[in-house]
């Protein structure tokens, strides 16, 4: 059983295994002693398996095993924040911190804790009754400011996190698709889904299909893509080192980060559009604990997100890789060999413009000629007229038949071919 230590029970002790095997790998300051083996160093640090904690209770009850993997590797995890983010990860988590405060608290404008002019609908920007021509400027510079820092937190993602562009685009879209869902589903029912309206079950429901497709895939792309990472860059003829390259790179607890970020994302949308949705919410005792819960689990999205895109670029950065699953890896190698250069042709050997047999001269499939040296026993060769790199010679641009013995210039050796 990986990472078990039962010296003392009452207490959760971390430390580091040094190992003293001919494969010691990477110290926790980054020094690799003589005789590590490259292939199972884990990038950036430590091991996954060199972290040890004490826990009886899954060898008490083998069911817990899991629990005891997570919280091992979450532990590892708050051990590679901690050695590896810099000053751009916690800004980039500030700036995205930033966004959901101004999105979920209106800052004594008013709009969103006194329920706004719940008399005037619409988004019709020429009616002048409509919802969205009353919205009061200081709200409307509110909703912008946070959309643009929801920008630039994304560019900040593919800045950090190259290997993970397409992962972010798809969060946010698990993100979008659980807002419009839950707001979409409360403008039918005001106290979804305690109202009971069936189109607005159903408009949550796509929106919770295209969320749990959303981190199916992603999920899926980043195990296959560890799985591919792991069989070439960390093969070694003994299995059992096999299996120790692929504990360290388990994702048990980004899987777990993953799940969480599709569950809190539904909480998120659906506390923040019933808050809105009710009418007139000062009129209601506790109300603004949705309020809060959408603050917080806001909060938590960020970390969420920008935690799901670090651990597989820090794991797998370095092997300079796309995040993909097998099957688009299998269909992007088919349409790169589809695109590819079609064969060329091979060269080509000269014929006697009298009696066509073959000459010493070969066309090289770019149009270049190639003849060999005539003086005796050199096996050079070269362009005609350039030097021999054998003898030094120079070769001659008439070639001699050695069937007819015809003195021809190189050119008539290559006669033009028929177009059929």
């Known amino acids: 059983m990986y990472g078990l230590s039962v010296h003392q029970p009452t207490a959760d002790r971390v430390f580091l295994n040094a190992r003293l095997s001919h494969d010691t790998v990477m110290t926790e300051e980054g020094v690799q002693n003589p005789g590590a083996d490259e292939g199972l160093v884990f990038h950036e640090g430590s091991r996954l398996t060199d972290l040890k904690i004490t826990q009886n209770l899954s060898i008490d009850y083998p069911r817990l095993k899991p629990l005891h993997h997570l919280k091992i590797e979450l532990m590892f995890h708050v051990f590679k924040i901690r050695n590896t983010w810099t000053m751009a990860h916690w800004t980039t988590l500030a700036i995205g911190f930033l966004a959901v405060i101004l999105a979920g608290w209106d800052l004594g404008i008013n709009e969103i804790s006194n329920g706004g002019d719940f008399y005037s609908i619409g988004i019709d920007p020429s009616d002048e009754s409509s919802g969205i021509r009353n919205v009061s400027s200081a709200a409307v510079a509110l909703s912008l400011i946070s959309l643009g820092l929801w920008v630039i937190l994304l560019v900040r993602l593919w800045a950090i996190f190259p290997l993970m562009r397409s992962q972010a685009i798809s969060l946010y879209v698990a993100l ?80 777990f980060a993953l799940l969480t970020f599709c569950v809190v994302v539904v909480i998120h949308a659906w506390s923040g559009a019933h808050y809105v949705s ?59 060999s589809t695109d590819a250069v079609p064969t060329q042709q091979p060269s080509r050997s000269g014929k006697c413009p009298d009696c066509g047999a073959k000459t010493t001269v070969q066309m090289h499939p770019n149009g270049e000629i190639d003849a060999t040296c005539a003086i005796d026993g050199c096996n050079g060769n070269g362009a005609p007229g350039d030097k021999c790199g054998v003898c030094g010679t120079r070769i001659s641009s008439r070639v001699i038949c050695n069937g007819c013995n015809t003195s021809a210039p190189v050119d008539t050796h290559f006669a033009d071919e028929e177009a059929w």
């Open 176 to 255: 979008l698709a659980a807002e419009i869902s839950q707001f979409w589903a409360h403008g039918f029912d005001a106290i979804y889904p305690f109202g009971g309206d069936s189109f607005a079950i159903a408009v949550s429901v796509v929106g919770l299909i295209l969320i749990a497709f959303v981190g199916f895939i992603l999920q899926r792309a980043v195990t296959e893509t560890r799985d591919v990472h792991v069989e070439e860059r960390h093969w070694h003829p003994d299995p059992r080192q096999v299996d120790i390259a692929k504990r360290d790179h388990s994702l048990i607890a980004w899987s």
């Open 278 to 336: 009710v009418r007139q919410p000062g009129e209601l005792s506790g109300w603004w604990i949705l309020k809060m819960v959408h603050l917080v689990t806001g909060l938590l999205l960020v970390w969420l997100i920008v935690h799901i895109l670090w651990y597989p670029q820090i794991m797998l950065g370095g092997a300079q890789i796309r995040i993909e699953s097998d099957r688009a890896r299998q269909v992007g190698g088919l349409r790169q």
